[in-house]
T-cell receptor
Framework: TQLLEQSPQFLSIQEGENLTVYCNSSSVFSSLQWYRQEPGEGPVLLVT?????EVKKLKRLTFQFGDARKDSSLHITAAQPGDTGLYLCAPISGNTPLVFGKGTRLSVIA | NAGVTQTPKFQVLKTGQSMTLQCAQD?????MYWYRQDPGMGLRLIYY???????DKGEVPNGYNVSRLNKREFSLRLESAAPSQTSVYFCASKRLAGGPNEQFFGPGTRLTVL
């Protein structure tokens, strides 16, 4: 059974601060997705990383896939209140359904 | 395109009542999924349908049944609701079951069982 951990579980920061959240697995996976869920809505895909060591940038968000393809991180630069939400990672392995981590709940205070 | 739609948005049931949650997607996706989301537990897979005509159990299938009515529609039924089934239910769809394609979610159904 794959163990998937996201940390921290909760994070409350001031607008303008930087932060990093982590997704760690006990297994190797072919690729990984990050989703963001805003209050009262379903999750929405932010990025898919597919190559070990890959770094992808989405405006102020930087996603990194570990060299061993067992972990990933999401770094937000100069956080804004609009970044508030639940950040979920989901490793992809073959045809099995997505299994989501419990997420990091981020609150950015203006 | 509406994407993934779910009905109802809110529902209150008494213990023992039954109900069906409806889900439809208009993106011609092959795979559809039902998740439940509880505080501190993340999204847990209940059932999924990798393609039209197939359904499989996920992590927490007990107390639920599903029907893949056609390619567009995937319903979730609670035959005898229990307070432990109070949760937010999300339906999702993907073009293909495998590979790094995007999974689209509906807005959720907030269910309370008294």
């Amino acid at each position: 059974t794959q163990l998937l951990e996201q940390s921290p579980q909760f994070l409350s920061i001031q607008e303008g601060e930087n932060l990093t959240v982590y997704c760690n697995s006990s297994s190797v996976f072919s690729s990984l997705q990050w989703y963001r869920q805003e209050p009262g809505e379903g999750p929405v895909l932010l990025v898919t990383v597919v190559t070990g060591g890959e770094v992808k940038k989405l405006k102020r968000l930087t996603f990194q896939f570990g060299d061993a393809r067992k972990d990933s991180s999401l770094h937000i630069t100069a956080a804004q209140p609009g970044d508030t939400g639940l950040y979920l990672c989901a490793p992809i392995s073959g045809n099995t359904p997505l299994v989501f981590g419990k997420g990091t709940r981020l609150s950015v205070i203006a | 395109n509406a994407g993934v739609t779910q009905t109802p948005k809110f529902q209150v049931l008494k213990t023992g009542q039954s109900m069906t949650l409806q889900c439809a997607q208009d993106m011609n996706h092959n795979s559809m999924y039902w998740y439940r989301q509880d505080p501190g537990m993340g999204l847990r897979l209940i059932y999924y349908s990798a393609s039209e005509g197939t359904t499989d159990k996920g992590e927490v299938p007990n107390g639920y049944n599903v029907s893949r009515l056609n390619k567009r529609e995937f319903s979730l039924r609670l035959e005898s609701a229990a307070p432990s089934q109070t949760s937010v239910y999300f339906c999702a769809s993907k073009r293909l079951a495998g590979g790094p394609n995007e999974q689209f979610f509906g807005p959720g159904t907030r269910l309370t069982v008294l």
